[in-house]
């Protein structure tokens, strides 16, 4: 009885071992799922994949929501006072609207290595039409 005990026990901790040292290659390798409507829109996703602040997880597209788990490369300060907005611009430049983008959890996780979720809900298709670019950004404007 001992030496099962000790078999499950061993296998146990190598099961979890594997899982705790596969986490941080699976962090490393980051997920982009292709961005919608890529015939139509042109994509600047500077603010979040090329940060200084973040290191992409994920980006995960279902339908006209884009979602991005985003880890911290070092502690969070003022940049997170205005949240992040998706501007919208039609083919001259002109900024026809912006979205905000929903995190979660609402506070977020500030601290060096933590992970937030960014979720943006474009509008429905029909005031997308003129859009051309969709500009990811930090702060009110």
């Known amino acids: ?51 200084p602040s973040f290191t992409v997880v994920k980006r995960q597209v279902k339908g006209d929501q884009v979602t991005w788990v985003l880890e911290n490369k070092r502690d969070l300060g003022t940049e997170i006072t205005f949240g992040y907005q998706a501007s919208l611009f039609d083919e001259d430049g002109v900024k026809l609207g912006k979205v905000e ?29 003129g859009v051309r670019k969709v500009v990811i950004k930090n702060g009110p404007y």
Not at 27 to 49: C, I, M, N, Y
Not at 111 to 124: A, D, H, Q, W
């Open 101 to 129: 983008i929903a995190t979660e959890p609402f506070l977020l996780n500030m601290s060096k290595g933590e992970r937030n979720r960014f979720t943006l809900n474009l509008p429905p298709e029909d005031k997308l039409k």
């Open 1 to 51: 009885m001992q030496r099962v005990s000790s078999v499950a026990v061993i296998l146990s901790l190598a099961l979890a071992g594997s899982t705790w040292g596969d986490s941080r290659e699976q962090s490393e390798k980051e997920t982009k799922d292709p961005l919608p409507h890529a015939t139509q829109l042109k994509w600047d996703v500077r603010g979040f994949e090329e940060s």
